[in-house]
């Protein structure tokens, strides 16, 4: 892949473009491309991060968490002190820089289940439906299948139905695995759970092996910048070190639209200017999208008068619906590791150095990856679902949110999608991830992580101040929903179950975390608090519904209240999927491309 070509700052500053896009992250730089796709008409991409193309710690695959807390690939948010999790303050990490997030994920590429989707559409939302999501999903991957060999060994099964050829990012299955993904199955089979054939054909519901971005001919990550085609189009201008402050919007007369005319933006610690003639497309991320829009004068009118920002569009949905899925690790011992590939023994540099090595030859514990996935409704892992279901459906009947626009409806489309779909997650994964224990030198572990995929919680990112670099208070009301809490922990004690039951349990040796001495409901609770963390799949803080009902945008991913700006990233997805997040974000661009274009038809 030949490297991007950055512009110059005199190749931006004053100058006008038909399209801004504010973001070169996974949707945005997807965006961007399609629309540039017409020579016709000029883009502009400003991203506040760095362009990292092939450093390794961004391609190599066996990265995770390489980059977290890097101020040049990683923005890593602070939430609020949590009030319903002990006050605990999480830390959100988020891609900076050329590529967003999918520079810096754990590489997981799968899609939700159907209903998921669907619901979107059920929200008020014609053409959000899983066809499209299949069709424009199938846009952005070429999927390359895995040998005959690894699919009957290592149960890499998919339906070509699902896989697209021809797009920009590649998805196949790790060339390495731990070994043990096959027993697990094994394991969750004898307790009810199917495997599934394939966990992105929108079924959802079962255990299956999942893939991911990482080129199997190469063994390299594929991300946003991938999108850009080589030669890169003239008519494509991305600036990279440019944070955008807010947008310019001016009115005709009082209670019209407002226009999008100019973006303005930090370069050098100088602010700067650039036109936009025709539209403004924010594709910042849902944290910074929110902040954005309210910068620039969209949003609550109070939260924007207590930042000293004056209001132009009165849309006090900007910055709610805030919906997060959390994970918690549980890892043990492994009793035999030799028979074992695990990441743990890169901790040891000269390990390290040597899978360096292999990792040229296509060979080493750097093709690990994470292979297993297990999607249930809660029935199927707890026999409290009922009653934790039946205590929110009262809670709902009670009128508690009787009030606050939309969301009645909302929780309701949603506990349906959650008591029948894939309401719980359990990853495995290929090393020790857990705390507060730390894992032992020479040691390998098997790790177990649920995940809660359908939280029930509200949260809000608002600005504090008018300091465009300072971050938003980002409150993501963790665990406020009983239902969330009751929830995570059956799916903790699930976890745990499962790790002691043949055939796995042969494997499975002493739990490191949460350990043995963590027991009683009250004590799993604590632990859970103190060390669960949010999946870094944040969503809803533009969330396309209906205005009244508590929208941000249109379904055409419109602004309310805007004539020429919209939202097109992860924030505007109305109600949370059961999956991991970047083939979403990358879906959505491409959907949005084809509305823009004028090409989408509902
Ligand atoms: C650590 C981590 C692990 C993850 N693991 C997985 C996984 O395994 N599988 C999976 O499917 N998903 C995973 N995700 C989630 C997934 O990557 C994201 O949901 C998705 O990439 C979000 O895409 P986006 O376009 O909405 O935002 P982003 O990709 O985050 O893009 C936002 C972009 O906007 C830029 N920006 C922000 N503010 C400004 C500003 N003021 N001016 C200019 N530019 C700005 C940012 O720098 C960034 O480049 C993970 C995420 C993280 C952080």
């Not at 502009?44 to 390489?66: F, I, N, W």
């Not at 929200?123 to 991957?141: D, M, Q, R, T």
């Not at 040998?147 to 990012?169: H, L, N, W």
């Not at 007369?253 to 973006?263: C, K, L, N, Q, Y």
């Amino acid at each position: 892949m030949s490297p991007i070509q950055l512009a110059d700052i005199s190749d931006v500053h004053d100058k006008s473009f038909d399209y801004v896009v504010i973001g070169a992250g996974t949707s945005g730089l997807a965006l961007a491309t399609r629309l540039a796709e017409d020579p016709a008409i000029s883009v502009l991409v400003l991203e506040a991060g760095k362009y990292h193309g092939d450093e390794p710690s961004t391609r190599l695959p066996a990265m995770y968490a390489k980059n977290f807390d890097n101020p040049d690939y990683d923005w890593a948010f602070a939430t609020t002190p949590q009030s319903h999790a002990d006050n605990t303050t999480y830390i959100w990490h988020r891609g900076k820089g050329l590529g967003g997030s999918s520079a810096l994920n754990f590489y997981v590429w799968n899609r939700p289940p159907a209903v998921d989707i669907d619901a979107w559409e059920k929200l008020g939302n014609p053409g959000w439906n899983w066809a499209n999501y299949l069709k424009y999903s199938n846009k952005v991957i070429n999927f390359i299948p895995p040998p005959d060999t690894k699919v009957t060994a290592e149960r890499q099964t998919s339906d070509p139905a699902y896989y697209g050829t021809s797009g920009p990012i590649t998805v196949g299955f790790p060339n390495g695995s731990t070994g043990w993904d096959v027993t697990l199955q094994d394991t969750l089979n004898k307790i009810g759970i199917k495997t599934i054939t394939d966990g992105s054909g929108g079924q959802g519901i079962g255990t299956f092996m999942v893939t991911s971005t990482v080129d199997p001919r190469t063994n390299a990550r594929k991300y946003s910048v991938d999108y850009v085609p080589s030669p890169q189009p003239s008519n494509l201008t991305i600036l990279s070190l440019a944070t955008v402050t807010r947008v310019l919007l001016s009115k005709e007369r009082p209670g019209s639209d407002a226009i999008a005319t100019e973006v303005e933006f930090l370069f050098d610690d100088q602010k700067k200017t650039v036109k936009a003639s025709k539209e403004v497309l924010v594709s910042a991320g849902a944290i910074k999208s929110p902040q954005i829009l309210e910068l620039s004068g969209i949003g609550d009118r109070d939260i924007l008068q207590k930042a000293g920002v004056e209001s132009i569009v009165d849309l006090p949905a900007v910055g709610t619906n805030v919906q997060e899925h959390l994970y918690v690790g549980i890892s043990c011992e492994l009793n035999d590791p030799e028979n074992f590939n695990t990441l743990d023994p890169l901790h040891d540099p000269e390990i390290a150095a040597e899978n360096l090595q292999l990792y040229q030859k296509g060979e080493g514990l750097f093709l690990t990856g994470l292979l297993n996935l297990t999607h249930t409704p809660l029935s199927l892992v707890s026999t409290h679902a009922d009653a934790i279901h039946g205590a929110f459906t009262e809670k709902l009947k009670a009128g508690k949110y009787l009030g606050k626009p939309g969301i009645t409806e909302q929780l309701e489309v949603q506990l349906d999608v959650a008591k029948n779909g894939a309401e719980t997650e359990l990853i495995s994964f290929p090393c020790f991830l857990s705390t507060p224990n730390p894992p032992e030198p020479g040691k390998k572990y098997i790790s177990l992580v649920p995940a809660i995929n359908h939280p029930f919680s509200r949260g809000t990112i608002h600005i504090a101040s008018a300091d465009p670099l300072a971050s938003p208070a980002i409150d993501p009301h963790y665990l406020e929903e009983d239902v969330d809490l009751q929830t995570f922990l059956e799916q903790v004690k699930f976890a745990r179950r499962v790790g002691t039951l043949a055939p796995l349990s042969a494997h499975v040796g002493k739990e490191i975390n949460p350990g043995p001495d963590i027991q009683t409901d009250e004590q799993l609770t604590a632990w859970l608090k103190k060390n669960m963390n949010s999946v870094y799949h944040t969503a809803g803080s533009c969330s396309m519904l209906p205005r009244d009902k508590g929208g941000v945008v249109d379904p055409q991913l419109k602004v309310y209240g805007t004539a020429n700006v919209r939202v097109v990233d992860l924030s505007i997805v109305p109600l949370h999927v059961a999956a991991h997040t970047q083939a979403t974000a990358y879906t959505i661009a491409e959907q949005a491309a084809d509305i823009i274009k004028g090409h989408f038809k509902a």
